[in-house]
């Protein structure tokens, strides 16, 4: 029964699921975070530089890259469930999510070689 | 979730999905060489445009997250109803509270 009940998780739909409400809430918590750090201007325009030159190390860049991945994963996973709930199901439903995927490792892997 | 929750999940999503396209590709401009305060508010300061486009961002992501963060902390937590409303209602004044309050750093000063 418990081998039934989790042979969902291997389908890369549910997948698919788990890493949009996985990247949702990592955006969730970074935006605090990041709104708060642009209003490091309201003190001066010194201020939001010094942080803009302590985040050029590279493990910040590389929470960046990880944050462009989530983010453009999560703008088209939820592409996806908008085609879903709102046009006629289409077959490919998987290629769909892969190709989500690969898009948005595509998008950070650009962003990577960009910033670094 | 109940139907009205639903539905502002989805309009809001509809509505960021160019938004957020937009986003990625001022991010990509924002760092053709690297980031810094003086190229970032020489676009900002005084833009009617960008004090729009970032002030319906944070408006439309404020009711997003808190819906989105509602729901998990309704399925994956133990926490009865009435404390996972609280903690989204608090939640989404937060955002929009420090969203709007980036938006003014970086139009206004």
């Known amino acids: 029964m418990i081998g039934r009940a989790a042979k969902h998780r291997d389908s890369a739909l549910w997948i698919a699921a788990m890493v949009h409400r996985i990247s949702g809430l990592a955006l969730a918590i970074f935006l605090p975070l990041h709104f708060l750090a642009l209003g490091l201007a309201l003190e001066s325009e010194a201020r939001l530089e010094s942080f803009l030159r302590w985040s050029d190390q590279p493990l910040v860049k590389a929470a960046e890259i990880a944050l462009v991945f989530l983010f453009t994963v999560h703008l088209l996973g939820g592409l996806r469930i908008l085609v879903i709930e709102n046009f006629d ?10 190709l989500a995927a690969a898009l948005s490792a595509i998008v950070a892997f650009a962003f990577l070689v960009r910033v670094f | 979730m109940n139907v009205r929750l639903y539905l502002w999940q989805r309009a809001t999503a509809a509505v960021m999905a160019p938004l957020v ?5 001022v991010i990509f401009y924002a760092t053709r060489h690297g980031m810094s305060a003086a190229d970032i508010l020489s676009r900002t300061r005084g833009s009617i445009a960008w004090a729009a486009f970032y002030g319906l961002f944070v408006f439309a992501v404020s009711i997003h997250a808190s819906i989105g963060v509602r729901n998990v902390l309704s399925e994956w937590t133990p926490l009865n109803e009435r404390r996972v409303d609280a903690f989204a209602v608090f939640f989404g004044l937060a955002l929009a509270v420090l969203g709007l309050r980036a938006v003014a750093a970086v139009v206004l000063t």
């Open chain 2, 21 to 25: 396209v937009v986003h990625i590709a």
């Open chain 1, 89 to 98: 199901w289409r077959d490919g439903q998987k290629q769909l999510a892969t």
